[in-house]
Nanobody, 125 residues
Framework: VQLMEFGGDSVQPGSSLTLSCVVS???????????MAWFRQTPGKEREGVAH???????FYADFVDGRFSISRDDAKFTSYLLMTSLKHEDTAVYYC?????????????????WGQGTQVTVSV
C-alpha cells in the first residue's frame, strides 16, 4: 500500500490550496473500510493531526483549523483531499496523509499505519 500527496505549493497569506492524497495497493472495498487523515510537521516539531475523515464520511479537525480547512474523500478515485483556505504563515509545513486507522484517537499520529512522503506547503508574503 502506498500513499502519495500532491498539491503543495508556495502561496501568500489568505490564499487557498487543495492537497490530494492518492492511494494505491488497496481495492476500493478495502479503502472504503479505512479512515483517512492529514497531518503536518515543521522542523523541530512533532507531527500533528490536522483532519480526519472516517469510512462513513464523518470528519474531525484540530482546533487550529478553526473552520478554514475541509477534508473529503472520493474512494472511486482512491483519493483524499484537504481544501485549505485563509492560509496563514503558521500553516507552513510538510503535509502528510495517512490511512489504516488502528484506534480511537483520530488525530493521534500513532493510530495510523500507512503514511505518504509528504508535500511542502509554504505560506509567505
Amino acid at each position: 500500500v502506498q500513499l502519495m500527496e500532491f498539491g503543495g505549493d508556495s502561496v501568500q497569506p489568505g490564499s487557498s490550496l487543495t492537497l490530494s492524497c492518492v492511494v494505491s495497493g488497496l481495492t476500493q472495498y478495502s479503502l472504503g473500510k479505512n479512515s483517512m487523515a492529514w497531518f503536518r510537521q515543521t522542523p523541530g516539531k512533532e507531527r500533528e493531526g490536522v483532519a480526519h475523515i472516517s469510512k462513513n464520511g464523518a470528519t474531525f479537525y484540530a482546533d487550529f483549523v478553526d473552520g478554514r480547512f475541509s477534508i473529503s474523500r472520493d474512494d472511486a478515485k482512491f483519493t483524499s483531499y484537504l481544501l485549505m483556505t485563509s492560509l496563514k504563515h503558521e500553516d507552513t509545513a510538510v503535509y502528510y496523509c495517512a490511512t489504516v486507522f488502528k484506534g480511537s484517537r483520530p488525530l493521534a499520529r500513532d493510530e495510523y499505519g500507512i503514511w505518504g512522503q509528504g508535500t511542502q506547503v509554504t505560506v509567505s508574503v
